[in-house]
């Protein structure tokens, strides 16, 4: 059974950084794309950033480009997206996902077959 995990969400000031994790177990996940997404209070679930197989793609939402950063480490089951200039809009709950079709990379949550459970993060002004 795949089950993800997020980690490192929690309260930072605007400008301020965090980092989460994302701990992937129950199968084998170094052939499949990965993906975080979040959602705020009445709004959709909205793309992030989504990495490939091999960490040789990413691809980011306009809105996070250049102070967002995606990586994975496969030898550990496990993606990380380091968030820094927080701005007080980035609050929502973030989701990692896994895609179940190996080789490729997305920016739709319908692609994603696996989801975590999510993880808070709130950023004050």
């Known amino acids: 059974q795949v089950t993800l995990v997020e980690s490192g969400g929690g309260l930072a000031q605007a400008g301020g950084s965090l980092r989460l994790s994302c701990a992937a177990s129950?199968?084998?996940?170094?052939?499949?794309?990965m993906g975080w997404f979040r959602q705020a209070p009445g709004k959709e679930r909205d793309f992030v950033a989504a990495?490939?197989?091999?960490?040789?793609?990413?691809m980011y939402a306009e809105s996070v480009k250049g102070r967002f950063t995606l990586a994975r480490d496969n030898a550990k089951n496990t993606m990380y997206l380091q968030m820094n200039s927080l701005l007080t809009e980035d609050t929502a709950v973030y989701y990692c996902?896994?895609?179940?079709?190996?080789?490729?990379?997305?920016?739709?949550?319908?692609?994603?077959?696996?989801w975590g459970q999510g993880t808070q993060v709130t950023v004050s002004s």
């Open positions: 996902a896994l895609l179940s079709t190996p080789y490729r990379i997305s920016r739709l949550p319908g692609a994603y077959t696996y």
């Open positions: 129950g199968g084998t996940f170094s052939n499949y794309g």
């Open positions: 990495i490939g197989w091999n960490s040789g793609s990413t």
